[in-house]
């Protein structure tokens, strides 16, 4: 039987993920901040499957060192010299302070969440009163002699610790003196003579402080007299990150070979009463440098130059053989860097300093090969796939988002600063910048053309949408969609319907709102289910809205109706199959087939998959991943054990 489809792997898009610079963890909203060597921020949320809910574009120069979360604000510090809060609902910088200090190294803050701290070239530990709508110069602390590397608060709030070069230092906050210093030993041999880097510290409520450092030891103090209790070498290289957990009874040491060290305070035997930090486990789940670390309350959380943000749940604190205990490894963004335009054969790819059009290649598409060929079988190419366009972004801002229409007739992008749109011509290769755009339309967080790309979608602030009109050489200000919610989220998905009827949108508050186009007026809102939807799709023929959420739940709503279908009430009583909701990546794209309405085909970045809602949903003890089992089956069986979930993973290969 002859394959139902021609699969194109596409490997000429050269994604290049950036290594991890930092990383903070909120322990009261369970998210994640981490920060890229671009300058980028992306925001996780972890009480909701890791699912990366939000991305700040970088820019260039703006090298992020440390981040810091206040309440909900979230701060950073870098090598500029700058401090930055970042506006989470408009996905961009919101001010900017110069600590003048140079660069900044560190940045920390009480756990009243009154103070900020970062620590500088000049040898000095700058204090900031946080303020509402933003932070205040207070005074400087004692200045010292070399840069601050690390601080860390005590839970107090009266005491700081100062890492430093070959020392320790202890702050009163109040009188900003230093009352301690704790030398801290070189390496042996050849290190001898190399300053040692205090790359890590942590302060404990009993006044422990433990430090990490560059001649790779974990070392143990007593902040009270100075002195030093105990000393872990834990790697021939650095400790490059130190983190506690929250009720102080486990730290995690992470180092340039890539490991991560745990270690327990406990009593050392069985006999013995008194409790000290014991090694107990190393984890080695990175290539690279392990530069930044989060314990949070079940899991070690690691990131480095190799680009992957690692989940190690702790098994003691999880249950075993769940879900909750597999190891995760976030390696891609999740959401869409490319875009196709299905009429022309044009793919775009999105990088953060340009954009790449391609037009795709094409296959001997012989009769005969197609008619003998088996599934799986490599069709040969006749046309090899072609780069048409390289455009490189104006200003310092990082692409945060872009768009291709369907007939390959127009391409936009924007930054946070603005939008820019140009008419292509894809036969005789040229592009022309359409220099005058509504003023209404100044940055958008996602963007799509309508299927005729006669109109552009741009979502903008609190989730609301601007539509543009095209025509030949110029676009033309229609109308802003609003939602009812009064949500001030930003819209992470957007989908146009293929019969020009729709546009639904969906926000980081998990709300999806649908628009009917020819009133441009809000048609219906989906009811609220607590995952983030992390794909959307419409199906053309019967105007059903198929949707994906962060735990892997699939829903369908009927837009017709206002209502959910009886598929979708059929799938929720009988529930998803164990193996559909295992999987650990979210699906980001869902598309329908024009020659079978009853089948949806939507991916993750490991499996696509067919539903085909006219076949029975899988039962708990079917075999999920049949496809290979089918086909070597008889007709009448290949019936009998057939269901809806169709997966290939082949593609790969």
Same mark, same amino acid.
């Not at 930055?84 to 756990?111: H, K």
């Not at 009769?367 to 799986?376: D, S």
């Given at each position: ?143 010292? @002699? ?34 301690? %210093? ?47 209790? %105990? ?160 455009? @490189? ?42 220099? @005058?755009?509504? @003023? ?214």
């Amino acid at each position: 039987k002859m394959g139902e489809f021609k699969v194109h792997r596409v490997r000429f898009f050269d994604y290049m993920p950036s290594a991890i610079r930092a990383m903070a963890f909120n322990t009261r909203t369970e998210r994640l901040a981490l920060a890229r060597a671009d300058g980028a921020l992306e925001i996780f949320n972890f009480a909701d499957h890791y699912f990366q809910e939000k991305v700040i574009p970088g820019q260039d120069g703006r090298a992020v060192e440390a981040l810091c979360w206040v309440g909900q604000r979230l701060f950073s510090a870098g090598l500029n010299g700058l401090i930055t809060e970042y506006d989470l609902e408009n996905l961009r910088p919101r001010y900017t302070v110069e600590a003048y200090g140079g660069p900044i190294w560190t940045i920390s803050c009480n756990s009243q969440g009154t103070l900020l701290t970062v620590g500088c070239e000049d040898g000095t530990v700058k204090m900031f009163e946080i303020l509402e709508e933003r932070i205040q110069f207070q005074r400087n602390l004692d200045r010292q @002699k070399g840069r601050i590397i690390s601080l860390s608060w005590h839970p107090s709030g009266k005491l700081i610790a100062a890492g430093m070069m070959d020392m320790i230092r202890i702050f009163d906050a109040e009188t900003g003196h230093a009352t301690h %210093r704790l030398l801290v030993e070189r390496g042996v041999g050849a290190s001898k003579n190399k300053e040692v880097v205090v790359w890590s510290i942590a302060f404990l409520s009993d006044r422990t402080i433990i430090s990490g450092d560059s001649a790779g030891k974990v070392q143990i103090w007593d902040g009270l007299t100075g002195t030093l209790v %105990r000393t872990h070498l834990v790697t021939k290289w650095d400790v490059l990150a130190l983190s506690v957990s929250q009720d102080e009874s486990s730290l995690v040491a992470g180092t340039s070979e890539g490991t991560v060290v745990q270690f327990q305070f406990m009593p050392s035997s069985v006999d013995q009463q008194d409790k000290e930090w014991v090694r107990t486990r190393t984890f080695k789940n990175h290539s690279h440098d392990v530069r930044v670390l989060a314990h949070t309350e079940t899991a070690v959380v690691s990131g480095g130059m190799d680009t992957q943000l690692v989940v190690r749940p702790l098994l003691d604190k999880v249950e075993k053989n769940t879900k909750e205990s597999a190891l995760h490894k976030i390696a891609f963004p999740h959401r869409s860097l490319v875009c196709c335009a299905k009429k022309a054969g044009l793919l775009l790819f999105q990088f953060p300093d340009h954009l790449e059009l391609w037009r795709v290649g094409e296959s001997d598409g012989h009769v005969y090969t197609v008619l003998t060929g088996k599934p799986g079988d490599s069709l040969r190419v006749k046309r090899k796939p072609e780069k048409l366009i390289q455009l @490189k972004r104006k200003g310092d801002d990082h692409i945060c988002c872009s768009a291709l229409s369907p007939c390959g007739g127009w391409l936009a992008y924007s930054t946070v600063s603005s939008v820019r749109l140009y008419r292509l011509q894809y036969n005789n290769i040229s592009i022309t910048k359409v220099s @005058k755009l509504p @003023k209404d339309l100044s940055s958008a967080h996602q963007l799509c053309f309508s299927s005729d790309s006669s109109k552009l979608f741009a979502s903008s602030s609190h989730s609301s949408v601007i539509v543009v009109a095209l025509n030949q050489l110029e676009c033309k200000y229609l109308h802003t969609l609003k939602p009812k919610s009064g949500s001030r989220q930003p819209v992470h998905l957007l989908f146009a319907s293929e019969d020009g009827n729709w546009l639904a949108t969906a926000n980081t508050d998990c709300e999806i709102h649908v628009y009917n186009l020819h009133k441009l007026k809000l048609h219906c809102t989906v009811p609220v289910y607590g995952s983030c939807p992390t794909a959307i799709g419409i199906n053309p023929t019967t105007s059903n809205l198929v949707v994906v959420h962060a735990d892997q739940q699939i829903l369908e709503y009927s837009l017709v109706q206002k209502e959910y279908t009886e598929w979708s009430r059929t799938l929720q009583k009988q529930g998803l199959h164990s193996l559909w909701l295992e999987r650990d990546t979210p699906v980001t794209h869902i598309i329908f087939s024009p020659k079978n309405p009853a089948h949806i085909i939507l991916h993750d970045m490991f499996m696509f998959c067919i539903i085909d809602q006219s076949l029975p949903l899988p039962e708990a003890k079917a075999l999920l991943y049949n496809q290979m089992t089918l086909r070597s089956l008889p007709e009448p069986e290949r019936i009998r054990h057939s269901h809806a979930f169709k997966i290939c993973k082949n593609f790969q290969v």
